[in-house]
């Protein structure tokens, strides 16, 4: 149980948060967008880089080229792909560098794009579909196990449980589901694309538990008083906009 301390702390916090992402998009600047996330992006790369246990400080210098392009370029997820062939041909010329350094380039980076393109291609509407699912799935998720909770979900996050998990798809996609159905009038093409996010949003969630449980840490930062790192803000967001950008297109949004 936190202390009391604690609990103000991460009431404070998250409530800065909120005010700073409403204010961004009520805005609804794309230049300002992208410095937003640009910013999240950047203290969370260092994160994944203590995750992964690496310290190459090149990485850097990718990811600012990366997101630099991607405000110009029309399609900034294919740069993953860029980046991917010169971290290769890096790779195999200069044995110094180690494979390990190339994961930050997946994770956050990916996620992040995607984020990206979601605003670039569906507008801040997007942006708010994917908070509200993540959210509601988090909240959803949190109180069923509370309440209901016995089984356990994976060995990866002991506290996780199945009846926890299944309540916070439930709750992620009834809420998504009715907010998309006002702008996309189709029921059950927003009933499929809300549990797919919210699901994924989960397996972002447990993939980052993973990380911290091979890095042996019990929080990727300490940037956010009271809630930890940036990543432990934004896992299960990594995964979901990548799964709502795909479903997005393939549904002809």
Do not use: C
């Amino acid at each position: 149980m936190a202390a009391p301390d604690e609990h103000s702390q991460r009431w404070k916090t998250a409530l800065i948060l909120l005010g700073l992402i409403a204010l961004v998009g009520f805005i609804d600047n794309t230049f300002l967008t992208w410095l937003f996330l640009g910013v999240v992006y950047a203290l969370a790369l260092p994160e994944a880089m203590r995750l992964f246990r690496t310290a190459e400080s090149t990485l850097y210098l990718y990811a600012g080229g990366l997101w630099l392009l991607g405000l110009f370029y029309p399609h900034p997820t294919d740069l993953i792909f860029g980046a991917a062939a010169i971290f290769g041909s890096l790779l195999a010329y200069n044995k110094r560098l180690e494979i390990r350094a190339f994961f930050p380039l997946l994770y956050p980076t990916a996620g992040m794009l995607f984020l990206w393109m979601l605003y670039r291609d569906f507008g801040m509407i997007s942006l708010f579909w994917i908070l509200i699912i993540v959210a509601l799935t988090d909240v959803g998720a949190y109180y069923t196990g509370r309440k209901l909770g016995k089984t356990p979900f994976s060995p990866t996050s002991p506290k996780k449980t199945l009846e926890g998990v299944f309540g916070g798809i439930a709750a992620g996609t009834l809420g998504g589901a009715l907010l998309m159905m006002g702008h996309k009038g189709i029921l059950l093409s927003a009933i499929l694309i809300a549990l797919l996010t919210a699901t994924a949003s989960v397996f972002g969630d447990l993939f980052e538990s993973y990380l911290k449980r091979e890095a042996s840490v019990k929080d990727s930062g300490d940037i956010l008083p009271g809630h930890g790192g940036i990543l432990d803000r934004i896992d299960g967001y990594l995964f979901a906009s990548i799964a709502l950008y795909i479903l997005l297109k393939m549904t002809g949004a």
